[in-house]
């Protein structure tokens, strides 16, 4: 069964940097492109960052230059860090992997609070 499991989130203040983690115990992970979406309360989910299996990066307007991703493979692990935090960027953020024929699979989230 295939799972990810977000870690990192929690409270900061602005300013302040997060790292979030996703594991993703599936087979063949190198092959998955591996996203990060997030969702703040009343609004839909948004695209955050993806990292395809081949190392190219992808980011959205709101956090090019403050939010990086990476993967490790043989952790088979994706990273989002996080600098300059902001208050909107406050919502629940979710790892997704997709391979490129096959399936996709959604972590449960990790709440992110930026707040004074």
């Known amino acids: 069964q295939v799972q990810l499991v977000e870690s990192g989130g929690g409270l900061v203040q602005p300013g302040e940097s997060l790292r979030l983690s996703c594991a993703v115990s599936v087979r063949s992970f190198r092959d998955y492109a591996v996203s990060w979406y997030r969702q703040a309360p009343g609004n839909e989910r948004e695209l955050v960052a993806t990292i395809t299996s081949d190392g190219r990066t992808i980011s959205a307007d709101s956090v090019k230059g403050r939010f990086t991703i990476s993967r490790d493979n043989p952790k088979n692990t994706v990273y989002l860090q996080m600098s300059t935090l902001k208050p909107e960027d406050t919502a629940v953020y979710y790892c997704?992997?997709?391979?490129?024929?096959?399936?996709?699979?959604w972590g449960q989230g990790t709440q992110v609070t930026v707040s004074s």
């Open positions: 997704y992997a997709k391979h490129p024929w096959g399936p996709s699979y």
